[in-house]
């Protein structure tokens, strides 16, 4: 759908409204109409790049204890399919800003694709079919249930066609009356309605969704080595990301390569430094003092990365300057989310992270999609230390997001490359990993791509281990990370990097994506 769009000439951004529809039909359980995201954008006339912000946020009648009962946090699961879980949705409004500014197709012909896939069916994957058939709450409500099942009450399969007439009717409306079809339209009354059901009905109202807003933020940019990575500010986390990168310029073992113990342990190490400061500090810098400066400071990066050779197991939180007194943070962060990288013609580039939050969402369908569940990114806990934790619950506040769509340019402002990743929490450890592997060890964007994933997160520690070498296990196990199984969500890296003239580009194995290019 996204390259038909380009053949049009349609922009890229045009391009990732097309895709960005298509996938909320045939990969519900990541994304869809009923979600979020952040899209980065180059302009290649400009040099400018641009974060859009297409975060959830919480309704106005939202308050710290919005997943309390009886004076306790409810159980997590519990809070994702209820009502309570769902945000205002912010996709569809950040694409429609982001079109305004540099689509170059008319809104309205964006989705063709998405309404006739919907109407006459489209071919049930692979992974899709895992999801419906999986035992996750979320795929056994009855909206899900419902949908998924046929008339002779067995679950849809890979290879069968599954249609979704309600579906193509909302497209078809959002082609024709354009956002407003959902923000004070008929599709956000059919969330709302939704969100009021039970069990434990939550109080997103058709107000809360007409009053939603994305943002046009300054993009978060900083060098790493004889680039420039540029990522979208809090409430993302690509904010960790720079500084793990800050960190490697001063970890020599990490300049070792991909074959290396040395450097697979350090890459874990500074996984750890970067997660503690992460997890404490990060939040909606609109509601609560986030200390991008302190935490991205040359001297403080120097220190945190000076702790790195004797970091062999769980590490607390810095004090970067700037930093408010904040609680620790109780945030469960589970996946449903996808990533995608275009670039067109003239140059132009999106790199865009999008998400429901867990596997289809709150497992909740209005008007032929899935609602987010993406409050329950929120703290549970809304004071730890007798101090509020930056990512609690407020009114009209944006959840921590780790999504970290990622832009690259040369040191003189051109556009060099683009990567992103699902992967709830992991995606930190993702998209590091991409950046470490095309930029420090120059391996091909794929090859970055399909290196084993290491996720160390406090005391959590996952790995694609049967991809590890003997060696670099036994070393990661002497400093303190035991390898396990990757329990945490798979990655769905998708990158690019323009090299001897023309675009290198990989798609994660792990899942079901694809890099296709015209050019030779």
Not at 299 to 304: E, M, P, Q, W
Request: glycine share 12%; charged share 20%; aromatic share 6%.
């Amino acid at each position: 759908a996204g390259m038909a769009v380009l053949r049009r000439g349609g922009s890229a951004v045009d391009a990732a409204v097309a895709v960005q529809a298509v996938l909320g039909l045939v990969e519900p359980q990541s994304s869809g109409l009923g979600g979020g995201a952040f899209l980065m954008h180059y302009d290649a006339a400009t040099g400018h790049v641009t974060a859009y912000d297409g975060r959830e946020t919480a309704p106005a009648s939202a308050t710290p204890e919005l997943f309390y009962a009886d004076g306790r946090p409810l159980p997590f699961m519990e809070a994702v399919l209820s009502g309570r879980s769902t945000g205002a949705p912010g996709a569809v409004a950040m694409l429609a800003m982001a079109q305004k500014d540099h689509g170059r197709l008319a809104w309205r012909d964006l989705f063709g694709d998405a309404e006739r896939l919907a109407r006459d069916g489209f071919t049930v994957s692979p992974r899709l079919a895992g999801m419906i058939n999986d035992d996750i709450p979320q795929a056994r409500s009855r909206w899900a249930s419902a949908y998924f099942t046929k008339p002779d009450g067995a679950r849809y399969q890979a290879g069968d066609t599954l249609r979704n007439p309600a579906y193509a009717r909302s497209a078809r409306m959002l082609a024709d009356q354009g956002p407003a079809a959902l923000y004070g339209g008929p599709l956000g009354a059919a969330v709302a309605a939704t969100v009021a059901e039970g069990p434990r009905p939550g109080a997103l109202t058709e107000a809360d969704i007409a009053a939603y807003r994305p943002l046009r933020r300054d993009a978060l940019c900083r060098p790493y080595r004889i680039y420039v990575v540029c990522v979208p500010p809090p409430p993302s986390s690509g904010l960790a990301v720079l500084q793990f990168l800050a960190m490697a310029e001063r970890t020599p073992d990490l300049d070792k390569g991909p074959d290396s113990p040395e450097a697979w342990v350090a890459f874990g190490r500074l996984q750890r430094l970067m997660y503690a400061d992460r997890d404490r500090y990060v939040g909606d810098a609109d509601f609560v003092g986030v200390p991008v400066a302190g935490l991205l400071d040359p001297d403080y990066v120097a220190a945190r990365a000076a702790l790195a050779p004797s970091v062999n197991g769980p590490v607390e939180a810095g004090r970067p300057t700037g930093a408010p007194p904040v609680g620790a943070d109780a945030t469960a962060e589970p996946g449903g989310t996808s990533h995608m990288v275009i670039v067109d013609r003239w140059g132009d580039a999106v790199s865009m992270t999008t998400t429901v939050e867990s596997i289809f969402g709150s497992g909740r369908m209005a008007a032929g999609f899935f609602l987010n569940n993406q409050l329950t990114d929120f703290s549970f806990t809304p004071t730890e230390d007798g101090h509020p934790a930056a990512n609690a619950v407020a009114a009209g506040k944006r959840p921590r997001s780790s999504m970290t769509p990622t832009l690259i340019l040369d040191r003189q402002g051109r556009l060099v490359g683009a990567i992103g990743s699902p992967g709830g929490s992991s995606i930190l450890a993702y998209v590091a990993k991409a950046l470490v592997g095309v930029i420090d060890w120059g391996l091909p964007v794929q090859e970055a791509i399909d290196l084993p994933n290491l996720v160390v997160r406090g005391d959590m520690v996952g790995a694609d281990e049967q991809a590890l070498s003997p060696a670099i296990k036994a070393a990661l196990a002497q400093a303190g990370m035991a390898v396990r199984p990757n329990a945490t969500e798979t990655s769905g890296l998708h990158g690019a990097m323009w090299r001897d003239g023309r675009w290198d580009g990989g798609a994660d194995p792990r899942r079901e994506g694809v890099a296709v290019s015209e050019t030779p």
